[in-house]
């Protein structure tokens, strides 16, 4: 997606506050994606143990079926630029909500347990979608001085998504009498779990209508009165329309649809900036942060804790991760982006390695010692609250600022694939690395989260208060 100019000279950096409310909305509309992303996402940690009996199946084939709709989230991400580039903004988001409608029904009625898998692999290509199409569409609409906070958003949505899904489940659970596999309505709860996804799809889909088409992709195809309506909606009419629409038509003149094609150079086969944010996505991924979402009701189980009770606290981690964006969107326009995820790396290495302890006790009556228990139910809160706060906002945002105009969309497509990729290769071996050792597992995150602090000292470039021409 070609996410041109931003701020001219005459002001266009500021929203009137008349518009600023407008804006939000539009904002917070597309990040409802990212709603859908963290509520799909996390909502199969309530049916793992279930699926796990329901199809009597090891740690290995579960670990697949959990991770398959990573596979697809991949292809999403990487296909959403060009479709978007094709057909809008609007009508991409407009066919992810479809699809998340229509992965829910599936997931909520398999015949099999390859039928399962592949409405997750559906509704995975529909997250891929959203991950990409949400803060790239954010970025071409939001004015620079809010651009951060307004980025932010897709974030926010994705873990009120993970934390909505948490409760909902634990609800679901009590309703059926503490048990995965107990009736409700007709069903099995755990199918329960995957179906109620269907509201906020259906919901995402009707507020793809109440908003605007990005005015870079409507100047792409000729249609600049309608681009300068939008301008005028989201910027304020203070600014001039005819100079704003020629900047922007200007600069995509002067670049060309990105292509894979575009990335290559350099020593290593891809530009140094595209392993940057490549780099980013994965260590995002390799502090484990996921296993977090997809498996901790089963990992607290695994520890000793009652199974109503590792939802709950599957259910506050959600919160901690709430507070942790919240603390993010307010920072990342005053302190900066690469800040924050310095302090995260700190943060994250002191949660993961004080679990990497606590889970090195051996188990007492089924149960992990009571100091053990609680340093590691704390520090799992602990490691959450810092990644919230730093790399899970950060990254997003670097990502729809860091490329040069003229890679952009082909750059974050890649590095949106590579986080998938990275999500799919934590996902699907932790069910075997636990059985392995759990210490040393959580050992190899903290080595990740250490390891993330030079990597961001040396290579990765603030972008706070730059115009998105101004990255090349």
């Known amino acids: 997606m070609t996410s041109t100019a931003q701020a001219s000279q005459s002001g266009a950096g500021t929203a009137h506050p008349e518009h600023l409310g407008h804006v939000i909305f539009i904002a917070a509309a597309a990040a409802m994606g990212g709603f859908l992303f963290g509520y799909d996402s996390s909502v199969i940690n309530g049916a793992v143990e279930a699926i796990r009996t329901r199809y009597d199946i090891g740690s290995a084939a579960l670990a697949q079926v959990i991770a398959v709709a990573l596979i697809g989230c991949a292809i999403g991400a990487a296909t959403a630029g060009r479709i978007a580039d094709r057909i809008g903004r609007i009508r991409c988001m407009q066919i992810s909500a479809v699809l998340f409608t229509v992965s829910a029904v599936g997931s909520a009625l398999p015949f099999a347990l390859w039928d399962l898998a592949f409405w997750r692999i559906v509704g995975g290509f529909a997250i891929g979608m959203?991950?990409?199409?949400?803060?790239?569409?954010?970025?071409?609409?939001?004015?620079?001085?809010?651009?951060?906070?307004?980025?932010?958003?897709?974030?926010?949505?994705?873990?009120?998504?993970?934390?909505?899904?948490?409760?909902?489940?634990?609800?679901?659970?009590?309703?059926?009498?503490g048990d995965q596999r107990g009736e409700l309505m007709g069903l099995e709860a755990w199918q329960v779990m995957l179906g109620v996804m269907v509201i906020p799809a259906v919901l995402y889909g009707l507020l793809s209508f109440a908003i605007p088409e990005s005015p870079r992709f409507l100047i792409s195809v000729g249609k600049h009165e309608r681009a300068r309506g939008i301008l005028e909606e989201v910027e304020g009419g203070?600014?001039?329309?005819d100079?704003?629409?020629?900047?922007?038509?200007?600069?995509?003149?002067?670049?060309?649809?990105?292509?894979?094609?575009?990335?290559?150079?350099?020593?290593?086969?891809?530009?140094?900036?595209?392993w940057v944010g490549i780099g980013l996505s994965v260590f995002q991924q390799f502090v484990g942060i996921n296993v977090a979402f997809y498996y901790s009701s089963t990992l607290w189980q695994s520890v000793g804790v009652d199974p109503t009770d590792s939802f709950l606290y599957s259910f506050t981690t959600s919160i901690i991760n709430i507070v942790g964006t919240v603390i993010a969107m307010i920072f990342v326009d005053r302190i900066g982006r690469k800040p924050l995820a310095l302090i995260g790396s700190v943060g994250m290495v002191i949660g993961l390695g004080l679990e990497?302890?606590?889970?090195?006790?051996?188990?007492?009556?089924?149960?992990?010692?009571?100091?053990?228990?609680?340093?590691?139910?704390?520090?799992?809160?602990v490691f959450v609250l810092f990644f919230a706060l730093s790399w899970g906002v950060?990254?997003?945002?670097?990502?729809?600022?860091?490329?040069?105009?003229r890679i952009r969309a082909a750059a974050l497509g890649v590095a949106a694939s590579a986080q998938w990729i990275a999500n799919w290769a934590i996902t699907a071996s932790?069910?075997?690395?636990?059985?392995?050792?759990?210490?040393?597992?959580?050992?190899?995150?903290?080595?990740?989260?250490a390891l993330s602090i030079p990597f961001v000292l040396k290579y990765v470039k603030e972008t706070k208060g730059k115009t998105l021409e101004e990255m090349g």
């Not at 873990?159 to 909505?164: D, E, M, T």
């Open 356 to 381: 990497a302890w606590a889970f090195s006790y051996d188990l007492v009556d089924g149960k992990l010692p009571a100091t053990q228990g609680w340093v590691a139910l704390v520090a799992a809160h």
């Open 430 to 449: 932790f069910p075997s690395l636990a059985d392995w050792n759990l210490s040393a597992t959580y050992v190899i995150y903290t080595v990740f989260a």
């Open 238 to 241: 203070h600014i001039d329309l």
């Open 243 to 274: 100079a704003r629409v020629a900047q922007i038509e200007g600069a995509m003149k002067r670049e060309h649809k990105s292509t894979f094609k575009d990335l290559l150079g350099g020593s290593f086969f891809f530009k140094p900036i595209v």
């Open 394 to 405: 950060v990254v997003w945002v670097f990502l729809g600022e860091m490329f040069p105009n």
């Open 130 to 177: 959203a991950s990409v199409i949400g803060p790239a569409y954010i970025a071409e609409v939001a004015p620079p001085a809010y651009r951060g906070r307004l980025g932010s958003f897709q974030q926010a949505a994705i873990v009120i998504g993970i934390a909505v899904s948490q409760l909902v489940n634990w609800g679901l659970l009590n309703a059926a009498g």
